[in-house]
């Protein structure tokens, strides 16, 4: 990709971001479920459920957010905890590896602890 092309790709993401109305930190772990899971341009129905799930996931995680919480070793625990379970729901809904459910896992982590803050 030369640099034209990466700005036109970072410009249709961020449209999309606010097309579906998402936060930084919601619409990050919406990319890592639909490179995970694949995104049928197709299926609405997909898309729909995936959105369902991020939104979910996000609403638990903002009842441990505040600033710095990522420097509180118990509220870092918690929102493991939280992701943890998450990614375990994927795994029973989606059918994916113990392996695929660790590699989601360490994924939205990294996400939440970028673009977890308040």
Do not use: A, C, H
């Not at 959105?51 to 919480?69: A, C, G, H, R």
Request: hydrophobic share 35%; net charge neutral.
């Amino acid at each position: 990709m030369d640099g034209i092309e990466i700005i036109k790709e970072i410009e249709r993401l961020s449209e999309r971001q606010r097309s579906l109305n998402l936060s930084k930190l919601e619409y990050s772990i919406l990319l890592v479920l639909e490179n995970e899971f694949g995104k049928d341009e197709k299926s609405k129905f997909q898309d729909n459920e995936l959105l369902s799930e991020v939104k979910s996931i996000s609403e638990i995680l903002q009842n441990y957010m505040f600033p710095d919480w990522y420097n509180q070793p118990t509220e870092e625990k918690n929102m493991e905890k939280e992701v943890r379970k998450f990614v375990r729901g994927l795994k029973r809904k989606y059918g994916i590896t113990l392996e695929k459910m660790d590699e989601l896992f360490v994924k939205i982590m990294k996400r939440v602890k970028n673009y977890g803050t308040i």
